[in-house]
């Protein structure tokens, strides 16, 4: 059964240091999106992305994150300058219709602990 | 403001049981809304998803209720097994996921 995977699945950067999660989606999903989840606490959206463009971004989502599909294959999360904070996880998804769409269901990876020392 | 509550302590019940939790919503007008189970350092689950006009969907041991005035949904497990035993999310879908905090479910033996 094809399945979205996540690389690495545990990172553990300094503070002020860039990192770049990375996600394979399901190969004829269109629809991408990222997701975290700080321990013990909900799992929050983060952004959505749909035709080499952001569709929708939460407010958590600002000027130190970035996404990006850079091939064919790859969807990218890149934090530039990493702070406490963003110790979570992070968990890639994606749906092959929108999420508007009836029967859209938003397959999840296994996600990246990121933690920030 | 816009909330999403589900039962904060955990359930614990006996294998065979069924189990119920429970998702209110406020100020919140979803099409759907869908429930994934989370096990420990693993991504959601897509479980089962209902739409804004159904009152229930069944799919094997699990029902979800959808009550669109009460702005409710039940999430039940019949004939329970310690399998079973997970965060339980509910989540609604308003083009992104928005989810709540989650039930943990322990089956006993």
């Known amino acids: 059964e094809p399945e979205v995977t996540q690389t690495p699945s545990h990172q553990v950067t300094q503070m002020g240091q860039e990192v770049i999660l990375r996600c394979v989606p399901i190969?004829?999903?269109?629809?991408f999106y990222w997701y975290r989840q700080i321990l013990g606490q909900k799992v929050e959206f983060l952004v959505s992305?749909?035709?080499?463009?952001?569709?929708?971004k939460s407010e958590i989502f600002d000027d130190q994150f970035s996404v990006e599909r850079p091939d064919g294959s790859n969807f990218t999360l890149k934090i530039r300058s990493t702070k406490l904070e963003d110790s979570a996880m992070y968990f890639c998804?994606?749906?092959?219709?929108?999420?508007?769409?009836?029967?859209?269901?938003?397959?999840f990876g296994p996600g990246t602990r990121l933690t920030v020392l | 403001s816009q909330k999403i509550e589900q039962n904060s302590e955990a359930l614990n019940i006996q294998e065979g049981k069924t189990a119920t939790l429970t998702c209110n919503y406020t100020?919140?007008?979803?099409?759907?809304l869908q429930w994934y189970r989370q096990d420990p350092g693993r991504g959601p689950v897509f479980l089962l998803l209902i739409r804004e006009n159904e009152k229930e969907k069944r799919k094997e041991r699990l029902k979800v209720t959808f009550d669109t005035t009460l702005k409710q949904s039940l999430f039940h497990i019949t004939a329970s097994q310690p399998a079973d035993s997970a965060t339980y999310l509910c989540?609604?879908?308003?083009?992104?996921?928005?989810f709540g905090a989650g039930t943990r479910l322990a089956v006993h033996p």
């Open positions: 992305f749909y035709n080499n463009e952001i569709s929708e």
């Open positions: 100020n919140y007008s979803p099409a759907y």
């Open positions: 989540a609604l879908r308003v083009n992104k996921l928005i």
């Open positions: 998804a994606s749906s092959e219709r929108s999420g508007l769409a009836q029967d859209n269901e938003q397959f």
């Open positions: 190969s004829n999903h269109l629809y």
